[in-house]
């Protein structure tokens, strides 16, 4: 994985489902949760579906991302939001992972705060939903 400075906007994932995953490598929720993440992209990234994982750990914690995405197998977009993409959808709830979903217009479906089985299957069940409507 090579890092870089290139700036990506939602408004260039339209027409993909768009998964936004907050996390940081320090969480253990946000750890149990990425396998399931990049099973995901797997399967539904032919059908249209992005994952981007967006890390909120701040500072000294992106600099640990390269060897966290090479210890996870990250297949998907990794990033770091500006303050105004986090304000946005973690303003009320700075809980970790937060992962969102959008549809292929940008629109927001649903949002899961924490990680779990059942979030897990949720999740799963959303994109799928997100991923039949045109």
């Known amino acids: 994985m090579i890092a870089n400075t290139q700036h990506v906007k939602l408004s260039d994932l339209r ?8 996390y940081a490598t320090w969480c253990e929720p946000c750890r149990e949760s990425i396998p399931h993440l990049v099973e995901l992209q797997k399967l539904y990234g032919e059908k249209g579906l992005q994952i981007v994982g967006l890390n909120v750990g701040g500072p000294e914690d992106y600099e640990k991302v390269p060897s966290f995405a090479r ?10 939001p500006d303050r105004e993409l986090e304000n946005l959808y973690m303003g009320d709830d700075s809980a970790i992972p937060q992962t969102l979903i959008l549809d292929r217009n940008g629109v927001f479906i649903k949002r899961f705060i ?21």
């Open 114 to 134: 924490g990680y779990d089985d059942s979030a897990g299957e949720e999740l799963e069940s959303a994109i799928q939903s997100a991923l039949g409507a045109r």
């Open 71 to 80: 210890e996870f197998k990250i297949s998907y977009q990794l990033g770091i």
């Open 15 to 22: 027409q993909k489902v768009v998964v936004l995953d907050f």
